[in-house]
């Protein structure tokens, strides 16, 4: 059977001597794994289609549950990401984050639209890379079945006065109101930004103004919240804390 599908390539790894084999987010299928065969060669029509972080129209060929690319072109190559050795270090976490939370088979437009708004958001330097992290983790959360509750103080229903955020259970408090387990700090501006991200149509994901501390706030309670709920640690989050320090 064959079956011709756009996907996001989330991860590669060379196969025998000219292979590839490939993790993709495809528009139909869902997550899928995809043997290219031959895709290392320099004479091959499918190299450019099958690198990791390419969205491509794959042509995949399917059979007894297992897939084969047939033909591939590339329709976005982020290639802002390939000389910026930061930003391919945030668009593979991108990447694994999806393929963490993505379902086999089970196509999720939402979600792959997701890692495409902020991959092309950041090869093309749009905004500052904490925002775009910070947002696509949360709305990530989100889409996901992880959405916190951020309507107002589990403890005392008010709007939160000095909000914190309950990393274990996805619920904002004020600093004062008893609480349990480990909570992340927050201000106003970055509960409103976090608000913003959990509903904001997709194209307007990133259109929000936040900086200073407020963004150092939504960044560190973002990644924090996304490790606590996946319950994993992410290599290529390490990786990119190591770059953006040497």
């Not at 011709?4 to 292979?19: C, G, N, P, Q």
């Not at 089970?106 to 500052?128: H, V």
């Amino acid at each position: 059977m064959f079956q011709t599908t756009k996907a996001l390539v989330l991860r590669e790894v060379r196969y025998k001597e000219a292979d590839r084999i490939l993790t993709v987010l495809s528009e139909c299928e869902g997550k899928l794994t995809v043997k290219a065969r031959g895709a290392l060669r320099k004479s091959s029509r499918t190299a450019a289609a099958t690198q990791q972080l390419t969205y491509a129209e794959l042509t995949l060929f399917g059979n007894r549950g297992k897939w084969t690319v047939n033909e591939g072109s590339v329709i976005e190559g982020f290639e802002g990401l390939r000389g910026d050795i930061e930003a391919l270090a945030l668009g593979s976490y991108f990447a694994e984050c999806l393929e963490a939370l993505s379902v086999e088979e089970q196509p999720d437009e939402a979600m792959l639209q997701l890692g495409l708004n902020a991959l092309y958001a950041l090869s093309r330097q749009m905004y500052d890379p904490a925002k775009i992290k910070a947002a696509f983790e949360l709305r990530l959360m989100c889409l996901a079945g992880y959405a916190p509750d951020l309507t107002g103080c589990a403890a005392c229903g008010k709007e939160p006065e000095e909000p914190a955020i309950d990393l274990q259970n996805g619920r904002v408090f004020c600093r004062s109101c008893p609480k349990e387990g480990v909570c992340a700090p927050l201000d106003c501006d970055a509960l409103a930004a976090m608000r913003y991200i959990a509903e904001a149509p997709a194209k307007r994901l990133f259109s929000f103004s936040l900086g200073g501390e407020s963004l150092q706030r939504l960044s560190a309670a973002s990644e924090a919240y996304l490790l606590r709920q996946t319950e994993r640690r992410f290599g290529t989050l390490d990786y990119y804390k190591q770059v953006r320090i040497t």
